[in-house]
């Protein structure tokens, strides 16, 4: 497993991925896979008006959700579903988590003096730069 391969994949995930409370809402709309209501989310994860509003807006500027409004005013109702290719951004979240996770169970590589070895891409903390 190459951990620089999962360290550069970090950047590709949106931004929206990076705060719990979208990829609940990310999640949850992958598992009921039908369009919800905006008082279904709300009640669900216990948001107030505006923060669900925030985390909509961030959702939909970045395309993994589509939310459509009917009305106006009072009486307006908004239904949110996943965007085309949500869930293949998923997918390659759940594997990157993975990915990740498993460079965390592995073991460190270190030599018979107890130092990390110098491979390839490892971080030398001394030039703060990159062994080549």
């Known amino acids: 497993m190459n951990?620089?391969?999962?360290?550069?994949?970090?950047?590709?995930?949106?931004?929206?991925a990076r705060h719990p409370a979208r990829v609940a809402i990310l999640v949850f709309l992958h598992r009921v896979q039908?369009?919800?209501?905006?008082?279904?989310i709300r009640e669900k994860f216990g948001f107030s008006?505006?923060?669900?509003?925030?985390?909509?807006?961030?959702?939909?500027?970045?395309?993994?959700v589509r939310a459509k409004k009917e009305g106006a005013g009072r009486g307006?109702?908004?239904?949110?579903?996943?965007?085309d290719g949500s869930r293949a951004g998923l997918r390659e979240l759940r594997d990157?988590?993975?990915?990740?996770?498993?460079?965390?169970?592995?073991?460190?590589?270190?030599?018979?003096?107890?130092?990390?070895?110098?491979?390839?891409?490892?971080?030398?903390d001394r030039s703060r730069g990159w062994v080549e």
């Open 3 to 16: 951990w620089i391969a999962a360290v550069e994949a970090l950047p590709k995930l949106h931004r929206c």
């Open 34 to 40: 039908k369009p919800v209501s905006f008082p279904v």
């Open 49 to 64: 008006d505006g923060n669900l509003n925030r985390h909509l807006k961030v959702l939909v500027d970045d395309g993994w």
């Open 76 to 83: 307006s109702k908004t239904t949110i579903e996943l965007a």
């Open 96 to 124: 990157w988590i993975q990915r990740v996770d498993l460079l965390l169970s592995s073991e460190p590589v270190s030599n018979q003096n107890g130092a990390l070895d110098q491979e390839p891409g490892l971080v030398d």
